[in-house]
């Protein structure tokens, strides 16, 4: 059973562009909801993460969107370069410092 | 600050070798440390859940037997994988997240990529 869902697979954005990304999950248990950047052959690295109490959190170019009654967030990469070409990955816990649940993460390539 | 450093980035060996892993918290305590398996161009899959002075917890189908995990201090947990075979091959990654903080994020290291011939 995949708890968390991640769409797209992958996505093209011009550079300047807005990079959207988007998570469902199903275990309403979860509190705590994270995004994580990968680079090729390195491990990830925590970008922004929010909890359901709040509906939006931005930090600099990158907005995290949360639905608490559709059981849906989204990240939000504005003003989008060329070094924001990654694969990004949501994921979900029970809280900030428990066992992830990922989603299936999503290769974002931004053209210059 | 919250680094977490894996050891070593890569291997190469031969099918039935044992292969040790480590996972380090270089400015932090961690009570526990998470170990995570990835396939080329897929997710992360949680295998086991390293608690410091106890035994792991591991995830529906991973071989405990297989994958011997080790948590002997609040910094150092290892995940060794025994008699490997080419299946084993993978991108394996830890991460912790710090003791007696109160929700705090985990941290993930660079992972070691695991080849077995």
């Known amino acids: 059973q995949q708890q968390v869902k991640q769409s797209p697979q992958s996505l093209i954005v011009q550079k300047g562009g807005i990079s959207i990304i988007n998570c469902a999950y199903e275990n309403t248990a979860f509190d705590y909801f994270p995004w994580y950047q990968q680079f090729p052959g390195k491990g990830p690295a925590l970008l922004i993460a929010i909890r359901p109490d709040v509906s939006e959190k931005k930090e600099g170019r990158f907005t995290i969107s949360f639905n608490k009654s559709a059981k849906q967030f989204s990240l939000h990469i504005m003003d989008s370069q060329p070094g924001d070409s990654a694969t990004y990955f949501c994921a979900a816990s029970k809280a900030a410092g428990n066992k992830l649940t990922f989603g299936g993460g999503t290769r974002v390539l931004v053209k210059p | 600050g919250a680094v977490v450093s894996q050891h070593p980035s890569r291997v190469i060996c031969k099918s039935g070798t044992s292969v040790k892993i480590e996972c380090r918290s270089l400015?932090?305590?961690?009570?526990?440390m998470f170990w995570y398996r990835q396939f080329p161009k897929q997710s992360l899959m949680l295998m086991a859940t390293s608690n410091e002075g106890s035994k792991a917890t591991y995830e529906q189908g991973v071989e405990k037997d297989k994958f011997l995990i080790n948590h002997a201090s609040l910094t150092l947990s290892t995940l060794t994988v025994t008699s490997a075979h080419p299946e084993d091959s993978s991108f394996y990654i830890c991460?912790?997240?710090?003791?007696?903080?109160?929700?705090?994020?985990?941290?993930f290291g660079d992972g070691t990529r695991l080849s077995i011939l």
């Open positions: 991460s912790a997240s710090q003791a007696n903080a109160g929700n705090q994020p985990q941290h």
């Open positions: 400015d932090f305590q961690a009570t526990t």
